[in-house]
């Protein structure tokens, strides 16, 4: 917990106190305010979309620090904004690495049916967060996770079509316009297989019986990719990530046997399809994915929620980001997708 002092809750106390016309010094006031926080609570944790799009803005915060490309990440949506009911705060105010600054609002977006991913909002509701947009000169923004697919996207306020009295944008178009590439997010390849090798202790039994059945002792652990070992610490951090949260699959265990004996064990990771034959590397998934299965990992039991925050990685992806950065055993292709409207003047 914050060592901070809990402003925020004073804050609500405070307002509660106003309502109910009770001072806040009085014992009972404070049983009242207690009582009224549990039955909000109470409220809240059996709403799943509100769950849901807290956890995803949790999500995007936690996001944005691993990758790191950002001078200063603020949340933007606390305290009031006067005058009452003209504007609403976006979620997060960004100042990129260029001094440029945006305001971004979250949204969760889930549909059942995976080929029907679109969003609709309100216009009435996207002209109060553009109020305050232009009201203090920022360009707004729209961080959106297509959970169905554990796809972000990052898109412009202007990139909506106005339906009606609704503002429209389907998955498609939106990653076609995603602006997530500047703030780090990159799609990432390296040489296939990845494999996690058991060396088995030569000093203990590792015979093989008739039936094939071994019994083994663990005597270390490498990390390769394809037939170079990888030592650097960093590197081996890397490539762990992509084993548990890449797309590439992992295979049934190999066995490595010498003279019949065996020697090690092998955990391979490869793509489920090779795109080239003469190709040395194979894209292994987006940064914004990876980091959504690392988030599902950590919030997510059995489909269903049982955390709205997980723990920040601060720079996680920061040597994917580097462009200086370079190994030769954990060798890299890292692709920026940059939005349709680039060099456009939009």
Known sequence: MSSRPPIDLLTLFGQFGREQQLSLRDPEAQLQFLESVKASMKDALE??????????????????????EYKLLKLEDTGRVHP???????????????????????????????????????????????TYARAVGCPLKFALYWARWRIWTLV????????????????????????????????VGTKPPLTLRLMVDPTKDRSIAEDGEAKFTVGNAKLLCGDKEITNPTEQAIAWMFMQYGDWEGEEPTAVISYDKLEAVDFNWTPRERSNEGQDFEMIGRLSTVFARYFAEQTIDSD???????????????????????????PLWRFIIQSSRAGKGI
């Open 47 to 68: 709403n799943d979309a509100l769950l849901h799009g807290q956890r995803t803005q949790n999500m995007f915060e936690a996001l944005a620090v691993s990758l790191g």
């Open 84 to 130: 009452e009911g003209a504007y609403t705060a976006p979620d997060f105010r960004m100042v990129l690495t260029d001094g440029r600054q945006w305001l971004i609002e979250v949204k969760n977006v889930y549909d059942r049916d995976p080929t029907r991913q679109r969003l609709q909002l309100r216009k009435v509701d996207v002209d109060k967060l553009a």
């Open 304 to 330: 269903r929620l049982v955390q709205t925050e997980a723990d920040m990685v601060p720079g996680w992806f920061r040597p994917l980001i580097d462009p200086t950065y370079k190994s030769d055993a954990l």
């Open 156 to 187: 412009d306020a202007d990139d909506f079509d106005l339906v009606g009295t609704k503002l429209v944008i389907d998955m498609l178009k939106a990653a076609v316009v995603s602006e997530l590439g500047e703030i780090g997010d990159r799609t």
